[in-house]
């Protein structure tokens, strides 16, 4: 283990190079995939549509006999579920509404606005080409095709794509298993009573179990474990033995309580224990035994923005997910932003869109300690590790909140 600080770059390339995915896989309804990491490609089974359908109500034709000075004989009517029956005569028409399939011989439909009808003929009121208004069979899915890569995570606009093909099960990796502490003895549960003024309430656990629940992994709350190196080692044996990973708030600081270097020297391996990242320079990595470890700063926002930015992208490698970089856009500085050289900085912040630009700023206070400035913010304000100062109007990074946060 080294004691220099890593880049936030290189501390994600480090975990992420040593991390291997879950292999366990298990079949699961449509009903209960949402947010699933899909375990192998999904190929079509079908055309999607199955057949040729109207994709507006009107009246089905030839396009060729679309004649202003001819009227149209209508023969039929053609519902979604009940289709014309047989093949369109020349010089005729079937009254069809959207989503019902096209009649045998008819090329195109014109919407029911541009036709008038006098009791069973119509005269159309506007060109006609062939293919008008007409959803090809395959047009959106067509038959082997690959319609959704291994590792995507499950959406709801997938699961309906999978309902769309017949299917009713998936195939999926298992759920993560994360093991969830928080460390320290002035902590108290909420909905207890505070019994002296050093005592705070542990809203760690309480915003880590949340941020975990957006990410659909079994998590195990071991609750608060007190600053007592017997206690915290027996926290971290039962969490060695059926987690993935654990994730702790708290104890991995400089403080003469924090036991937890030594336990993981002594219990597994440590990869790195400094970020050079605000808030969050405190952030410990390692190994207990088959389980993964992630030890967050004691300060809310700092462990919640460790969570989000260091965490979040470990656990969606593990789980097995494609992990792409989070979403970042470039905005103006409204104000002044103050900033040292030397750590990357996620300072909480606003943005919004004037003049056809975006302009962010920072929002709250910016302490660690203070979760208001998150609860006010819509975006982190990603500054460069190097940069110093910014100036009112000059460009600067914005990531808006993911799900995690929002």
């Known amino acids: 283990m080294s004691d220099s600080w890593l880049s936030v770059a290189d501390a994600l ?53 679309a004649d202003s000075d001819k009227p149209l004989t209508v023969v039929g009517t053609a519902l979604a579920g009940h289709p014309f029956n047989g093949e369109l005569p020349a010089q005729s028409c079937v009254r069809i509404m959207t989503g019902a399939q096209m009649p045998v011989a008819s090329d195109a439909v014109i919407m029911q606005e541009q036709v008038q009808r006098e009791g069973d003929l119509i005269r159309c009121q506007a060109p006609v080409g062939t293919g008008d208004n007409v959803r090809l069979k395959g047009c959106d899915i067509r038959q082997n095709d690959m319609i959704l890569q291994q590792g995507q995570r499950l959406t709801p606009t997938h699961i309906g794509l999978l309902a769309s093909l017949g299917m009713d099960q998936v195939r999926v990796l298992r759920r993560l298993r994360v093991a969830l502490f928080s460390n320290g003895d002035e902590l108290v549960l909420p909905g207890e009573p505070l019994h002296s003024p050093s005592q705070i309430y542990d809203s760690n656990r309480f915003t880590l179990h949340a941020m975990l629940q957006r990410l659909n992994v079994d998590v195990l709350d071991l609750g608060l474990i007190a600053d007592d190196r017997e206690a915290l080692e027996n926290a971290f044996q039962q969490a060695m033995r059926s987690a993935d990973i654990i994730i702790s708030s708290a104890g991995v600081s400089v403080g003469e309580a924090d036991y937890t270097k030594d336990i993981m020297a002594s219990l597994g391996q440590i990869g790195f224990w400094k970020i050079a ?18 030890g967050l700063p004691g300060n809310p926002v700092a462990a919640l923005v460790t969570m989000d930015q260091i965490v979040q992208p470990m656990l969606r490698h593990l789980a097995g997910e494609s992990v792409t970089p989070p979403v970042q856009l470039q905005a103006r500085a409204t104000s002044p932003i103050k900033k040292r050289p030397g750590r990357m900085d996620f300072q909480r912040g606003r943005f919004s869109q004037r003049d056809g630009e975006l302009w962010a700023e920072p929002v709250g206070s910016q302490s660690s300690a203070v979760l208001t400035s998150v609860a006010q913010a819509n975006c982190f ?6 940069r110093g100062p910014i100036a009112a109007g000059e460009s600067i990074t914005i990531q808006p909140f993911d799900c995690l946060l929002t």
Request: glycine fraction near 8%.
């Open 381 to 386: 304000l990603v500054l460069e590790q190097e």
């Open 277 to 294: 990242m605000k808030p969050g320079k405190p952030f410990a990595f390692g190994r207990l035994g088959q389980a993964w470890f992630c």
């Open 13 to 65: 390339a480090t975990m992420q190079g040593q991390i291997q995915p879950v292999q366990e896989t298990e079949e699961v309804h449509l009903q209960d995939a949402l947010d699933r990491v899909l375990a192998e490609p999904v190929c079509a089974n079908m055309d999607v549509p199955g057949y040729d359908n109207s994709a507006m109500d009107g009246y089905a034709l030839r396009a060729a006999e």
